[in-house]
């Protein structure tokens, strides 16, 4: 069964997939603030986390930001549509020349104009522009008397159409600002996927290890339960016997301080409880408040299997697989685009422009249009535009920069690609050492439950002290924690190991899939 999730879909084995969606889908959201409990899986929490999880939510957003910069990017090849209207009134008084019997006469002149055009830029770098232009003047000129009011009329129409393109021949052929910045913004889109596949690696992780921990402190409370509860036994021998008189008073003083003692442990163990359950609520939703009164039940139990490790099989992985890695990759192949497009800006530019067109001037607008058509006036134009910065210091030094930039990228990656397989190696051994030191301590735990029983009989039969029996009541207690410990260690070793792989969504057995 696949779960849809914002921007992911999800997919769990059928039946972990069953219980998430009842949970997830309406459970979750209907959970009454006054109920006792809630048993979750391990699987259900991963779930609810991916759904509910509010640093999931919001990173979730970033790749659909970046791709909205993507595609904002590619409008710098978007075709633009001009058009512009104007009349112009020119009025000029008449101008005598003393020295002459005529001079310049008084006119008058309006001419309407209407163009249009549309024009932009290709991926290649070239321009283009195909413009339209119509016209239409008026002229008047006045003469003096006599004859009085002589005035001389002109009347004509122009039209014009051309096409004009301009290619870069060095700088801006092969890469240019447009396409630099859609380069970058295509890594941006793909660093920004892969910064949301960490950001889920990290929120699993850190479900498991608090689902693991919260497992610990409920476990722990039983220890300190079974511990005060051996306590209060054997105060209650000691108590019996200091009135019969068989002990002195002091052994049933240190043994209420051992009560005291254990009933203090169990508060803190209480308190580590309620602090787990915090945690984990806070991963696992977006309403604390609605979940204050809800208290987790752990349903999982823990158990030790052995994690095979190959440590080069592991380093493999890692390589292939840690985002974070992939996105500073994807950051260095960034800084090499700066490269390039730096390397080009240090060129010359040359530019290859040329120009067609037709014009017209008649005085009517139909045979201005015809003459137009019939291209019986034809223009054309072309050449190349050389511009030769002297010194260019701003373009060389910005390459310079963009170099250095992209050596200290790839020293930047080694060192990331050894932290990470330090961190593997690290993981695998802990996930060995850990899983020695649960059979460790598991025999730690069946010898102080033996040696205390041993002494208990011995202490009935008159053979030992209290004070010896309190001891190995408190061994027992702490090999009981330190076998819970090691066991959930182990887990979160393994837990880790995977993170340090980048192979925890295998392992959850998780899939994410573009929408």
């Not at 699987?43 to 919001?58: F, K, P, R």
């Amino acid at each position: 069964m696949i779960r849809t999730v914002p921007w992911l879909r999800m997919s769990l084995t059928p039946g972990a997939a069953l219980l998430a969606l009842l949970i997830c889908g309406g459970g979750v959201q209907a959970q009454p603030a006054n109920s006792a409990k809630r048993a979750l899986t391990l699987d259900d929490c991963i779930q609810m986390a991916l759904t509910h999880n509010l640093d999931l939510q919001i990173e979730r957003h970033n790749p659909a930001i970046a791709r909205y910069a993507l595609r904002g990017a590619y409008g710098a090849y978007d075709p633009v549509f001009r058009f512009n209207a104007s009349e112009t009134f020119v009025s000029s008084p008449e101008q005598m020349d003393p020295k002459k019997t005529a001079g310049d006469r008084a006119n008058e002149t309006i001419t309407d104009a209407y163009r249009t055009g549309i024009g932009g830029m290709e991926p290649t770098g070239l321009r283009y522009g195909l413009n339209a232009g119509l016209a239409w003047r008026e002229a008047k000129t006045f003469f003096p008397p006599p004859p009085p009011d002589l005035v001389r009329l002109t009347n004509e129409w122009s039209a014009v159409s051309e096409l004009t393109l301009r290619q870069p021949l060095l700088r801006n052929l092969w890469i240019d600002l447009p396409r630099q910045v859609i380069r970058v913004n295509e890594k941006n889109l793909k660093m920004a996927e892969l910064a949301l596949r960490q950001l889920i690696l990290n929120t699993v992780t850190q479900v498991q290890i608090a689902y693991y921990e919260l497992i610990y402190a409920r476990e722990q409370i039983q220890v300190m339960a079974k511990a005060l509860e051996l306590a209060k036994e054997l105060l209650a021998e000691n108590a019996k016997r200091v009135q019969a008189g068989l002990l002195p008073p002091l052994d049933e003083k240190q043994a209420e301080a051992q009560v005291a003692a254990g009933e203090a442990a169990l508060v803190a163990a209480q308190q580590v409880f309620a602090e787990q359950q915090t945690a984990l609520k806070r991963l696992i939703h977006d309403d604390l408040k609605g979940w204050a009164e809800v208290e987790l039940e752990p349903v999982d139990q823990l158990s030790a299997m052995p994690t095979l490790y190959d440590r080069e099989e592991s380093w493999d992985r890692a390589l292939a697989s840690r985002p974070d890695l992939q996105q500073f990759r994807l950051e260095v192949e960034k800084r090499d685009v700066l490269v390039r497009y730096q390397l080009n800006q240090v060129f010359p530019s040359v530019d290859l422009v040329g120009s067609y067109g037709a014009r017209a001037a008649r005085n009517s607008l139909g045979d201005a249009v015809n003459e137009l058509t019939d291209a019986t006036r034809p223009s054309y134009s072309y050449g190349v535009v050389l511009s030769v910065p002297i010194r260019n210091l701003a373009a060389r030094n910005d390459y310079q920069l963009a170099k250095a930039l992209k050596e200290q990228g790839w020293l930047q990656l080694r060192k990331l690609e050894q932290t990470i397989l330090a961190q593997v190696d690290v993981a695998g051994r802990l996930t060995q050492s850990t899983f020695r030191q649960v059979a460790a301590t598991r025999q730690a735990r069946q010898s102080a439950e033996l040696a205390l029983a041993m002494e208990q009989r011995k202490l009935a039969a008159g053979a030992t002290t209290f004070f010896v029996v309190l001891q190995l009541q408190r061994d027992l207690t702490e090999a009981r924690s330190a076998e819970l410990r090691a066991l959930v260690d182990y887990h979160k070793a393994v837990v880790q190991l995977a993170f340090a792989e980048g192979s925890t969504l295998e392992r959850n057995r998780l899939a994410i899939e573009r929408q």
